[in-house]
Every structure is written in structure tokens, then in C-alpha cells.
């Protein structure tokens, strides 16, 4: 029972450690961009008003939106390699029962004997 015990604890602490990791991703992905969404207006503005009255105009938008989807290209690998460099859910107690598993087989066998 002690031991059933221990795996409670283990998966509870692995389960607080990943929701720490995610509260702190969605706090700072939710901060980014905020900050990036005014960044990214204000320059847009700018462009735009800059190259209102030439005729580089259309090109200046098309430019933007190239740089746009470029950024989302990017942000999207960014996004599948950080979502395969997180640690599993219950990473720590999987490990230990399958190394308790192995002894509890031990165990099990030498009373049949």
C-alpha cells in the first residue's frame, strides 16, 4: 500500500510540474502576442501610409503580406519542435513502473517456485 502510495505522490508531482510548464507557456505566448499584435499594426500603418501616394503602393501590401506568412511559417515549426521537446505526462511514474514491474515479476515468480 506504501508503495501505491508513492506512485499517487509521483503522479501528482508530475502532474503539477506540467501544469506549471503550460500555464507559463500560455502566459508568455498570450504576452508575445499582444505585444507583437501592436508591433506589428503600428508598422503596418506605417508602410502603408508611407507608400499611400506612390506607386509602390501595392507592391509595399504584397510585401506585408509576404512577411506575414513567412513569420507564420516560421512560427509553426517553432511550435511542432518545442511540442515534441515537452516531457510526456507521467513520464516520471511510467519510468518507475516499468522498473517496478521488472522486480514485482521477480518477486512473483520465486513464490511460485
Not at 24 to 33: K, M
Not at 40 to 58: E, H, K, N, Q
Not at 99 to 111: A, C, H, N, T
Request: net charge neutral.
Amino acid at each position: 500500500m506504501r508503495h501505491i502510495g508513492a506512485y499517487i505522490d509521483l503522479a501528482g508531482l508530475d502532474l503539477a510540474r506540467t501544469q506549471r510548464e503550460i500555464t507559463a507557456q500560455v502566459v508568455a505566448v498570450a504576452i508575445v502576442a499582444i505585444c507583437v499584435l501592436f508591433v506589428i499594426f503600428l508598422v503596418c500603418l506605417g508602410v502603408v501610409a508611407y507608400f499611400w501616394d506612390t506607386p509602390y503602393r501595392l507592391p509595399a501590401i504584397a510585401w506585408l503580406a509576404g512577411g506575414f506568412l513567412v513569420v507564420a511559417i516560421g512560427a509553426a515549426i517553432y511550435r511542432s519542435r518545442a511540442a515534441r521537446a515537452r516531457s510526456p505526462l507521467l513520464s516520471d511514474v511510467r519510468r518507475e513502473w516499468q522498473e517496478d514491474r521488472v522486480i514485482l515479476e521477480k518477486i512473483l515468480s520465486s513464490d511460485e517456485n
